[in-house]
């Protein structure tokens, strides 16, 4: 099956930049969309970013002109660029990805551990 570990949390200013890796592994014959959602304590699980195969990218409205969400196909990557970071950003980060293990079998969701995001002074 697929597997997805992200990296790249952390602790980061007010203000400051951080990048998120998301890099999938294991038995992989193709991937899909892949995206980043995000939840903090005490509210809902939230879309950040998505990105299609061919380029094609979504942004919640609270971190449109601040996040950029970028994929490597070659090497089955997502990432997620964060500038302008704000406390309400704080929160768990999980990268899921569209995938399958085979031509012949049905895509799935897949989703990584989750990685940890925070910004404070």
């Known amino acids: 099956q697929v597997q997805l570990v992200e990296s790249g949390g952390g602790l980061v200013q007010p203000g400051g930049p951080l990048r998120l890796s998301c890099a999938a592994s294991?038995?992989?014959?193709?991937?899909?969309?892949m995206g980043w959602d995000r939840q903090a304590p005490g509210k809902q699980r939230e879309l950040v970013a998505s990105i299609t195969r061919g380029g094609s990218t979504n942004y919640a409205d609270s971190v449109k002109g601040r996040f950029t969400i970028s994929r490597d196909n070659a090497k089955n990557t997502v990432y997620l660029q964060m500038n302008s970071l704000k406390p309400e950003d704080t929160a768990v980060y999980y990268c899921n990805a569209d995938g399958r293990p085979s031509p012949v079998r049905p895509f799935t969701r897949y989703w990584g551990q989750g990685t940890q995001v925070t910004v404070s002074s």
């Open positions: 294991g038995s992989i014959s193709s991937i899909n969309a």
